[in-house]
């Protein structure tokens, strides 16, 4: 992990107004709605705002191979994060994003195109696994636009997931936002 | 274990052709204090707010979820919160000819820009220009109070008298003993917790109940005392135990959402100024207050030179008034009460009132910020989440450079801010590499085990940094703006080196894997801890105001906000403004029954 990533985690933990800023302000940009399963799953259950279908159905995808179901907890799919994206897309003022989302989608079935012979969603779970894993090689230093595009794509997906119900409640089974009463937080202030 | 919801008192009818005893300019931490106490004595006050008044439980939302918020806490398309990169690539005004509708300062991309999109000010029509400077500010009645990161410490003689330990500035006209009572006094009527540690450096407060730390905290602190430093839990500027006398306050309830926003506490329980000091006052009978009012000029009467009222614009009509009082109270908040007092040129001051020294706008001071450590604590990794977040902050490590011991390369010191544990947003997942299932377990696995923390430390006041007024730039009400001449120097980049190595020494001893190390010092204001630019002094050649905030040039004239510290101290500020204001404001009104303003 990079120091970045680190002070990523630590930025989050704390404190007064450390440099929250751009990583948080990017990442904010991201995240919300409910959506259900995509491409070779069930329909989406909302109709895109800014994307088109097709688009819309990759996204789903992709973000569910990022923060995918396991025996603990629902994933991306399920907490809506392709339909929260869309709907912050669909309404930004900054055609650049847009522009970026757009682009990245279709570099991503390029890379597929390249590895596979056909499409994400067109490939076999193994293959789309793999054209993942090969956009996200270049993680700490992207350089292709589908490793640019990762990075942009699993921060958006990560502030999306874990800021919805499913992520606070189900995946990281959050304590707090309530009111305490009787022994208050905390192991020991000894 | 009843919540406090006690409506606003009723605002009393604003009447600008009556001569108040004092008019106070601003409404943050010291002029509500000045209110409080002044209100107390008897005297008539008018409060000048140039911000609106804010339906603040509205604004805050403290409890509401990510989820819950269509853009989980972003504003709306159209704002735009700066960020370090702007401040580091470009100049001020940053705003100038910015695309977005409303420009924020760096606060606004700090977890939750819808919550204080209405309490921070649009940069766009509060230019100023200059040095590079992350200057936030909030215009709403209660200012920065309604957002603040509530850390609350007391000063000591090593700050005071700074001069004597080390040689290095001017030390205040006051000692510790001089401010110890007034510090109690904000204790006991603001409310405080934390833990006594008996720090000379550090006085303790009045405490309320503490808040607890975590197993990686606790893991520290007790390494730190065989280093012989302290980890205390964080001095909290909010009531844990609740206040008997104030009704607008409740206690704290660890609720635990006070650090995923700009800060901000619905239920009052964190100190802010409206609840604290400013409802209160109202219900004394003796208060006035009128918002939207832009002050620009300390009046002069040309007969006598002294002050006759504030001159001001109303923030949505743009019409111009004055108000009339017998003593007139500065409290704008460090550069806006510089800003004001430059702009008030009169044949009897021209160089702006109370300026005869030529010292107002200079030994500006603040803290320097951004190295920083975060650690793992590997015992922690895998175990079931727990509430780790339901209080209003982790850890304070007070000073431990420059006390007994001389540390090479750099005068005075710095402390450390800190938490660890779990949080509401793993923050992990934003540096955990890879996808799928794998990286979701690791995420999850991780989540509770980071501690981190940064530095605040001391930037020493220097003549030579300064705010004066641009000849040119005008904000939208035409006042003239503020001009940067302030950078960080050798002293401040000497420490923030020392800061990353003895943070991660700290750490490392703790038994506590370094994970992440931080050596970027952030751009200066970033602190939002601005001092100075009216230093209090004994020599009116050398100073602006006397030790009771009181201008050397002008006797019925008071600055009673952060400007007239005389140096930085690491130490957080609101505390010590706070009492100071409270000290100043008995002396005012000692003099004001009699008659010797």
Same mark, same amino acid.
Request: charged share 25%; with cysteine; net charge neutral.
């Given at each position: 992990?990079?120091?970045?990533?680190?002070?990523?985690?630590?930025?989050?933990?704390?404190?007064?107004?450390?440099?929250?800023?751009?990583?948080?302000?990017?990442?904010?940009?991201?995240?919300?709605?409910?959506?259900?399963?995509?491409?070779?799953?069930?329909?989406?259950?909302?109709?895109?705002?800014?994307?088109?279908?097709?688009?819309?159905?990759?996204?789903?995808? %992709? $973000? +569910?191979?990022?923060? *995918?179901?396991?025996?603990?907890?629902?994933?991306?799919?399920? /907490?809506? @994060?392709? &339909?929260?994206?869309?709907?912050? %897309? $669909? +309404?930004?003022?900054? *055609?650049?994003?847009?522009?970026?989302?757009?682009?990245?989608? /279709?570099? @991503?079935? &390029?890379?597929?195109?390249?590895?596979?012979?056909?499409?994400?969603?067109?490939?076999?779970?193994?293959?789309?696994?793999?054209?993942?894993?090969?956009?996200? &090689?270049?993680?700490?230093?992207?350089?292709?636009?589908?490793?640019?595009?990762?990075?942009?794509?699993?921060?958006?997906?990560?502030?999306?997931?874990?800021?919805?119900?499913?992520?606070?409640?189900?995946?990281?089974?959050?304590?707090?936002?309530?009111?305490?009463?009787?022994?208050?937080?905390?192991?020991?202030?000894? | 274990?009843?919540?406090?919801?006690?409506?606003?008192?009723?605002?009393?009818?604003?009447?600008?052709?009556?001569?108040?005893?004092?008019?106070?300019?601003?409404?943050?931490?010291?002029?509500?204090?000045?209110?409080?106490?002044?209100?107390?004595?008897?005297?008539?006050?008018?409060?000048?707010?140039?911000?609106?008044?804010?339906?603040?439980?509205?604004?805050?939302?403290?409890?509401?979820?990510?989820?819950?918020?269509?853009?989980?806490?972003?504003?709306?398309?159209?704002?735009?919160?700066?960020?370090?990169?702007?401040?580091?690539?470009?100049?001020?005004?940053?705003?100038?000819?910015?695309?977005?509708?409303?420009?924020?300062?760096?606060?606004?991309?700090?977890?939750?820009?819808?919550?204080?999109?209405?309490?921070?000010?649009?940069?766009?029509?509060?230019?100023?220009?200059?040095?590079?400077?992350?200057?936030?500010?909030?215009?709403?009645?209660?200012?920065?109070?309604?957002?603040?990161?509530?850390?609350?410490?007391?000063?000591?003689?090593?700050?005071?008298?700074?001069?004597?330990?080390?040689?290095?500035?001017?030390?205040?006209?006051?000692?510790?003993?001089?401010?110890?009572?007034?510090?109690?006094?904000?204790?006991?009527?603001?409310?405080?917790?934390?833990?006594?540690?008996?720090?000379?450096?550090?006085?303790?407060?009045?405490?309320?109940?503490?808040?607890?730390?975590?197993?990686?905290?606790?893991?520290?602190?007790?390494?730190?005392?065989?280093?012989?430093?302290?980890?205390?839990?964080?001095?909290?500027?909010?009531?844990?135990?609740?206040?008997?006398?104030?009704?607008?306050?409740?206690?704290?309830?660890?609720?635990?959402?006070?650090?995923?926003?700009?800060?901000?506490?619905?239920?009052?329980?964190?100190?802010?100024?409206?609840?604290?000091?400013?409802?209160?006052?109202?219900?004394?009978?003796?208060?006035?207050?009128?918002?939207?009012?832009?002050?620009?000029?300390?009046?002069?009467?040309?007969?006598?030179?002294?002050?006759?009222?504030?001159?001001?614009?109303?923030?949505?009509?743009?019409?111009?008034?004055?108000?009339?009082?017998?003593?007139?109270?500065?409290?704008?908040?460090?550069?806006?009460?510089?800003?004001?007092?430059?702009?008030?040129?009169?044949?009897?001051?021209?160089?702006?009132?109370?300026?005869?020294?030529?010292?107002?706008?200079?030994?500006?001071?603040?803290?320097?910020?951004?190295?920083?450590?975060?650690?793992?604590?590997?015992?922690?990794?895998?175990?079931?989440?727990?509430?780790?977040?339901?209080?209003?902050?982790?850890?304070?490590?007070?000073?431990?450079?420059?006390?007994?011991?001389?540390?090479?390369?750099?005068?005075?010191?710095?402390?450390?801010?800190?938490?660890?544990?779990?949080?509401?947003?793993?923050?992990?997942?934003?540096?955990?590499?890879?996808?799928?299932?794998?990286?979701?377990?690791?995420?999850?696995?991780?989540?509770?085990?980071?501690?981190?923390?940064?530095?605040?430390?001391?930037?020493?006041?220097?003549?030579?940094?300064?705010?004066?007024?641009?000849?040119?730039?005008?904000?939208?009400?035409?006042?003239?703006?503020?001009?940067?001449?302030?950078?960080?120097?050798?002293?401040?980049?000497?420490?923030?080196?020392?800061?990353?190595?003895?943070?991660?020494?700290?750490?490392?001893?703790?038994?506590?894997?370094?994970?992440?190390?931080?050596?970027?010092?952030?751009?200066?204001?970033?602190?939002?801890?601005?001092?100075?630019?009216?230093?209090?002094?004994?020599?009116?050649?050398?100073?602006?105001?006397?030790?009771?905030?009181?201008?050397?040039?002008?006797?019925?004239?008071?600055?009673?906000?952060?400007?007239?510290?005389?140096?930085?101290?690491?130490?957080?500020?609101?505390?010590?403004?706070?009492?100071?204001?409270?000290?100043?404001?008995?002396?005012?009104?000692?003099?004001?029954?009699?008659?010797?303003?």
């Amino acid at each position: 992990m990079t120091d970045a990533a680190h002070h990523d985690a630590r930025v989050a933990e704390s404190l007064s107004r450390r440099e929250m800023l751009e990583v948080t302000a990017a990442a904010l940009a991201a995240p919300l709605l409910q959506l259900g399963p995509a491409a070779a799953q069930p329909a989406l259950q909302t109709a895109p705002k800014f994307f088109t279908g097709p688009e819309l159905a990759l996204l789903d995808e %992709l $973000a +569910e191979l990022i923060i *995918p179901a396991d025996a603990h907890s629902p994933g991306a799919r399920a /907490a809506g @994060v392709a &339909a929260y994206v869309d709907f912050r %897309l $669909a +309404e930004s003022l900054e *055609p650049e994003q847009q522009t970026k989302w757009r682009s990245g989608l /279709a570099a @991503v079935d &390029a890379l597929s195109q390249e590895l596979n012979g056909q499409a994400f969603l067109q490939g076999s779970a193994d293959q789309r696994v793999a054209a993942l894993t090969r956009m996200a &090689a270049g993680e700490q230093d992207p350089k292709t636009p589908a490793e640019h595009f990762f990075q942009e794509l699993k921060r958006s997906t990560v502030r999306a997931y874990y800021s919805s119900k499913i992520g606070i409640h189900a995946d990281q089974e959050y304590k707090g936002n309530v009111y305490q009463r009787g022994e208050f937080a905390g192991f020991d202030a000894q | 274990m009843t919540l406090v919801r006690v409506p606003p008192p009723l605002a009393q009818d604003v009447d600008l052709s009556k001569t108040y005893d004092a008019v106070i300019v601003g409404s943050g931490a010291a002029g509500g204090m000045a209110a409080h106490v002044l209100t107390t004595r008897g005297l008539k006050v008018l409060m000048l707010e140039a911000g609106k008044k804010l339906p603040i439980e509205q604004e805050l939302r403290s409890m509401q979820w990510p989820y819950d918020h269509p853009r989980r806490g972003d504003a709306p398309p159209g704002y735009h919160s700066l960020s370090f990169n702007e401040y580091t690539i470009r100049t001020p005004p940053y705003a100038k000819s910015s695309t977005f509708q409303h420009v924020m300062s760096y606060v606004g991309g700090w977890g939750g820009s819808d919550y204080v999109k209405n309490i921070l000010v649009d940069e766009k029509d509060h230019p100023y220009t200059g040095t590079k400077y992350a200057w936030v500010r909030a215009r709403a009645l209660g200012g920065k109070t309604n957002i603040w990161g509530r850390l609350a410490l007391r000063l000591s003689d090593y700050d005071f008298k700074g001069k004597t330990h080390d040689g290095y500035g001017d030390d205040w006209p006051i000692s510790y003993a001089d401010v110890e009572p007034y510090y109690d006094k904000v204790d006991l009527y603001l409310g405080i917790s934390g833990v006594k540690e008996n720090l000379p450096h550090l006085p303790d407060s009045l405490f309320q109940r503490p808040n607890k730390l975590t197993f990686g905290e606790v893991r520290l602190r007790e390494s730190l005392k065989r280093m012989g430093r302290v980890l205390t839990p964080y001095r909290a500027g909010v009531t844990t135990d609740g206040l008997k006398h104030n009704r607008y306050r409740s206690k704290c309830y660890g609720r635990g959402a006070c650090d995923r926003r700009p800060g901000g506490c619905d239920i009052h329980a964190v100190f802010d100024s409206p609840t604290g000091l400013i409802y209160p006052a109202m219900d004394t009978g003796n208060l006035t207050i009128r918002t939207n009012s832009v002050a620009h000029e300390v009046l002069v009467d040309r007969n006598t030179g002294k002050a006759r009222g504030i001159g001001f614009i109303d923030s949505a009509t743009h019409k111009s008034y004055e108000a009339k009082a017998k003593v007139v109270i500065v409290a704008a908040s460090t550069l806006e009460s510089a800003r004001l007092l430059l702009l008030s040129r009169s044949p009897q001051h021209p160089n702006g009132i109370g300026n005869s020294s030529g010292h107002v706008g200079h030994n500006f001071c603040e803290h320097v910020m951004g190295p920083g450590v975060t650690g793992l604590v590997k015992d922690l990794v895998g175990k079931p989440p727990t509430l780790d977040d339901g209080r209003p902050g982790g850890f304070y490590i007070p000073r431990f450079r420059n006390l007994k011991e001389r540390q090479p390369g750099f005068v005075r010191g710095y402390g450390f801010e800190g938490s660890g544990g779990f949080s509401i947003f793993p923050g992990n997942a934003m540096g955990t590499p890879g996808f799928g299932a794998q990286f979701k377990k690791e995420v999850r696995d991780h989540a509770g085990a980071f501690i981190g923390m940064g530095a605040f430390g001391e930037v020493l006041a220097r003549y030579e940094n300064y705010v004066d007024l641009d000849p040119d730039a005008k904000d939208a009400w035409g006042i003239p703006v503020l001009r940067f001449h302030y950078q960080f120097g050798d002293n401040e980049r000497k420490m923030c080196e020392d800061m990353v190595v003895a943070g991660r020494e700290m750490l490392e001893t703790a038994g506590i894997e370094v994970v992440g190390t931080d050596e970027k010092i952030l751009t200066e204001g970033w602190s939002i801890h601005e001092l100075g630019t009216a230093r209090m002094g004994s020599d009116p050649k050398t100073s602006v105001l006397n030790q009771f905030q009181q201008s050397h040039d002008v006797k019925n004239l008071f600055v009673v906000d952060g400007s007239s510290h005389v140096s930085a101290s690491c130490q957080n500020p609101t505390w010590t403004i706070m009492a100071l204001a409270w000290r100043s404001c008995e002396h005012l009104a000692d003099e004001f029954r009699k008659g010797t303003l």
